[in-house]
């Protein structure tokens, strides 16, 4: 018993006051979900997404991320938008947004804000207002946004080498790269994925995404430390890369002395006035999955929203997420803009770029910020009208351009047009 206070102690005197909980996987939903057909190693597959994605956290370890006593900033909710009267177009024709949305896009719920007023929400799927789901890599937003807040401390300078804060990356593809570069996706790794993945599976084993695996690798570090092959020279092609957000997250702990999980509960959750706690999934090291593992209910997506379109502040004018980060995203530069153009996404959106895990794209007269997972997880927030669209949703096929078209050619410019 003294020994386990101790650590205790310890681990309070290391993390601080906000100390996110680390959970072990529901054993009990985990055996649930099997007997209805959802196994532990596919629980993430298309077919599944409907029923899993409310509790993804639940099928690995997990960080539960407190949303403090701030109370949250009242909203007016005048649901004044009926996506039944929008349209949009689909390879059959045109359809209102309610069925591109429902029956198309698979949307699990969507929260629309202009100024204080909720101007639309809705959940499908058997989603509630406090339901979490989970948001793929919408994450990498956060897990970059973390280190902004660390460059902004004084504790981290995104120039350096990546060897400067992790030696223990010598001799691999990360050699080299700056951790800006890194957190740009422009570190030029030469990884082998298969059709429709953005990622080696060899990285989900590591991080035991899909329960106990015998790939040898125990955690994330040590899928990392065997990256070796570059496909491009550092700086120079935008290439959407999971590890490169994994290893910008182990910098931000390296750097803060805090687990990631506990640096965003102090630094934002427990600052934007939060509805609900949000929870983080971790690796067998007890790391989080940085590129794709937060959970959270789409109401708070948007109140992350409404803190960015507040140059960073929240509702009482404290600085949360600092302002020249979220300048400099929205601005670009000449790096990042021509590195985008030899990515594959260009063909896409040939105004865009992608800088610190956002996308900025310039799309049907509207500059959007925005933030986005593979299945249909979105926060988009226009530059002119300040709207903020947050969505879910289970897209069944990833890596689609079918999804992303119908996203932000269709659905997010015409709600836009609707509402500014």
């Not at 997990?62 to 009926?82: A, C, I, R, T």
């Not at 422009?186 to 084993?205: E, F, V």
């Not at 153009?341 to 260009?346: A, H, Q, S």
């Amino acid at each position: 018993m003294k020994l386990v206070k101790s650590s205790l102690v310890i681990a309070c005197l290391s993390f601080g006051a906000h100390a996110a909980t680390l959970h072990q996987p529901d054993s009990q939903f985990i055996e649930q979900a099997a007997m209805l057909g959802v196994s532990q190693t596919e629980w993430d597959q298309g077919e599944m997404a409907a029923a899993t994605f409310s509790n993804a956290y639940k099928f690995t370890r997990y960080y539960q991320v407190s949303k403090g006593s701030m109370v949250p900033e009242k909203w007016k909710l005048n649901n004044s938008l009926d996506l039944t009267k929008l349209k949009g177009m689909d390879a059959d024709g045109e359809h209102d947004l309610y069925t591109i949305l429902r029956d198309r896009l698979k949307n699990h719920s969507m929260v629309v804000i202009k100024g204080n007023e909720v101007v639309h929400q809705h959940f499908f799927n058997g989603m509630t207002p406090n339901s979490t789901h989970l948001d793929m890599s919408v994450t990498k937003s956060f897990t970059a946004t973390l280190a902004g807040i660390a460059a902004a401390e004084g504790k981290l300078d995104m120039s350096k080498p990546l060897e400067f804060y992790l030696p223990e990356f010598k001799g691999t593809a990360f050699e080299g790269a700056t951790v800006q570069e890194i957190a740009d996706m422009r570190s030029g790794l030469g990884i082998k994925t298969p059709p429709h993945k953005s990622w080696d599976p060899r990285l989900t084993q590591s991080q035991e995404w899909h329960g106990k695996n015998d790939s040898g690798l125990h955690g994330i570090q040590d899928y990392l430390l065997l990256i070796k092959d570059h496909k491009y020279p550092s700086g120079e092609v935008y290439q959407y890369q999971d590890p490169n957000t994994e290893i910008l997250g182990k910098v931000v702990e390296k750097v803060t002395g805090k687990e990631l999980a506990s640096y965003l509960e102090e630094k934002v959750w427990t600052k934007i006035g939060a509805e609900n706690d949000a929870f983080w999934m971790a690796d067998p090291d007890n790391y989080v999955v940085a590129s794709g593992g937060l959970n959270m209910a789409t109401r708070d997506l948007a109140r992350v929203g409404k803190v960015i379109v507040n140059k960073g502040k929240n509702y009482k004018g404290e600085q949360v997420i600092p302002q020249q980060f979220l300048d400099a995203i929205w601005a670009g530069n000449d790096q990042v803009r021509k590195a985008w153009t030899k990515g594959k996404e260009y063909a896409l959106a040939n105004d865009a770029w992608y800088k610190d895990q956002y996308r900025v794209l310039n799309i049907k007269g509207h500059k959007l910020l925005v933030m986005i997972g593979i299945h249909g997880q979105v926060l988009a927030i226009d530059k002119a009208s300040g709207v903020i669209v947050a969505m879910n949703g289970g897209y069944p096929q990833t890596e689609t351009p079918r999804m992303a078209n119908l996203l932000f050619y269709q659905v997010i410019p015409a709600v836009i047009d609707a509402v500014k």
